[in-house]
């Protein structure tokens, strides 16, 4: 079984140590890790939350609601807030050989 683990490394240092016979030993040090495995950036949704997630789906205007939603307090902008909307949540997943998932 291979498992595979993702990690976002931030501030990296990289430190190499000449040692005996010119061997060479690589130090790595690193300010930040994130773990972005799938299951550990997963959201839990609710009963409530997926129940408010598939009235909103029912509605006519749920397009015009998800604009008018995004930045509430800039006024107008209606037609750039939609093509906002489309850029966040347009696209066509795809999923490599390797675990890598990409969205758009």
């Not at 000449?18 to 799938?38: D, G, H, M, S, V």
């Not at 609601?65 to 093509?83: D, Q």
Request: glycine content about 4%; charged content about 20%; some cysteine.
């Amino acid at each position: 079984m291979r498992f595979l683990t993702h990690l976002l490394v931030q501030d990296v240092f990289t430190l190499i140590v000449l040692t005996e016979f010119f061997l060479c030993r690589t130090i790595l040090i690193a300010n930040n890790i994130a773990l972005l495995n799938k299951e550990a950036n997963a959201p839990i949704y609710t009963k409530q939350d997926l129940d408010n997630i598939k009235n909103i789906a029912r509605r006519d205007d749920a397009f015009d609601l998800l604009a008018r939603s995004l930045a509430p307090s800039i006024y107008g902008h209606a037609w750039i807030k939609k093509a906002v909307v489309l850029l966040m949540l347009g696209g066509v997943e795809k999923n490599l050989k390797n675990g890598t998932h990409l969205r758009g």
